[in-house]
């Protein structure tokens, strides 16, 4: 593939400006266009020096120089870490594409890569964690690679007192509160002066450990696809893998959700999932949820309607109508079978259960306790959730996740509407 213009991330520090410098100088040579990529995070006093020195920098060395400006602050409780990275990363990638880059050095170097490797293990990391930094990675139409990730740090170093170049200071890598600027001062200078090779140990093992992951999610890949249907996890099969296996599965099914799932939660499903026949299980802004043998995975919020007092409605016409005091609507639709008489629907109660309610399934069914219709049909507990509907007469109309009662289906061909309700304030497709 040929590349006609690189974008560096240039923070203005050390690393980046050395990386900078130097990718200008081979992109001469090759006819290939530089672009300085820079973020200003607006956590530092001297955060408008910086930028103004890497533009500077990038006017003098003919590389283009672009800029983003972060909105916003951590939330409270959030890592500032946590959070200036997620907002770096998104500010780079506008900016590459902006630009029509499709490949972004980073001057992450052996040094990095071996201070990562440690604070996962420390962390507790798996073969993932462990991996550390990949020297490239494709994520959304965007090659990442860092070029000197196999470089000593002191080779940069070098480079930097070569070519005489001014690099900015953050005052903030001082600070003993952040992990890896606490390991820089107080673990890494007994650790390399006990152990030399340190540094290449530790990048190497990281090598190591991204070559495992890599299998692991070969083989995890192999086993979802025997083990997963439609998004569910089928604990049938998946019961029938090695623990190992299970875990791995596991790992993997949980990374397709929208939100990252702490640790804890994976470990926990580990040693409660075989022993249970159904449950839930909070992730955040998902709930995972076991029900005859199949996990899956819903938003949280769903209210249940618990109050015993009644709203009157009137649902005789197709479409969403809302119910903001029962947090929720009905989808009202045509039918030709299974639906309920639409003179009934004119006017009719909603609200909770009341207690000792009998279903019908069909016309000709046995009324029988909503539990054991619920039983019966196999509806999961999220799904019993909603009000009831009477009729203006007190007759039980329709039940969520069962549907409308046998005695007021209207007979097959005859108008008839269908009924479903859908919890939260947000309207639903039709």
């Not at 956590?43 to 983003?68: H, I, M, N, P």
């Not at 903001?324 to 609200?351: I, K, M, N």
Request: aromatic share 6%.
């Amino acid at each position: 593939m040929s590349v006609r213009r690189v974008a560096v991330a240039a923070s203005g520090g050390r690393d980046s400006t050395a990386l900078l410098h130097a990718t200008v100088r081979c992109g001469r040579a090759l006819g290939i266009e530089v672009v300085a990529l820079h973020v200003h995070h607006g956590l530092q006093a001297a955060a408008d020096a910086w930028q103004a020195q890497v533009k500077a920098q990038s006017g003098r060395w003919g590389a283009r120089f672009e800029t983003c400006r972060l909105e916003g602050a951590p939330k409270r409780g959030e890592s500032v870490e946590a959070w200036a990275r997620r907002g770096r990363y998104r500010a780079l990638a506008a900016m590459a594409r902006a630009g029509g880059c499709g490949l972004v050095l980073l001057a992450h170097h052996r040094r990095d890569q071996a201070e990562t490797f440690l604070l996962q293990a420390l962390r507790g990391g798996g073969p993932r964690g462990l991996s550390a930094m990949p020297a490239t990675a494709l994520r959304d139409g965007i090659l990442w690679a860092r070029p000197w990730l196999d470089r000593p740090r002191e080779a940069i170093d070098a480079y930097v007192r070569r070519h005489r170049l001014a690099v900015a200071e953050d005052p903030s890598n001082g600070d003993p509160r952040f992990a890896r600027n606490a390991l820089r001062a107080a673990v890494w200078p007994a650790l390399s002066g006990a152990f030399p090779e340190a540094e290449a140990a530790f990048a190497t093992a990281a090598t190591r450990a991204q070559q495992a992951a890599g299998l692991a999610m070969e083989v995890a890949a192999a086993d979802l696809a025997e083990v997963a249907e439609r998004g569910e996890l089928v604990l049938a099969p998946w019961m029938a893998l090695s623990p190992a296996r299970r875990r791995n599965a596991l790992e993997a099914w949980l990374r397709e959700l929208p939100e990252p799932v702490p640790g804890t939660l994976l470990e926990r499903l580990c040693v409660e999932l075989p022993g249970v026949h159904q449950g839930r299980w909070p992730a955040g802004g998902f709930e995972l949820r076991l029900y005859r043998g199949r996990l899956s995975a819903a938003p949280t919020g769903e209210p249940a309607v618990a109050s015993k007092a009644t709203v009157e409605l009137a649902l005789a016409s197709a479409g969403v109508h809302e119910v903001p005091t029962l947090d929720g609507c009905f989808v009202v639709e045509t039918a030709h079978s299974g639906g309920a008489r639409v003179e009934c629907l004119r006017r009719v109660l909603a609200g909770g259960r009341q207690g000792g309610e009998q279903f019908r399934l069909s016309p000709r069914g046995t009324a029988r306790s909503l539990k054991k219709q619920f039983q019966a049909r196999g509806v999961p507990a999220w799904e019993r959730e909603g009000p009831l509907l009477y009729t203006a007469d007190g007759q039980l109309l329709f039940v969520p996740g069962l549907g409308i009662d046998g005695a007021l289906q209207a007979t097959p061909g005859a108008p008839q509407l269908t009924l479903r309700w859908v919890p939260g304030p947000r309207q639903p497709a039709k």
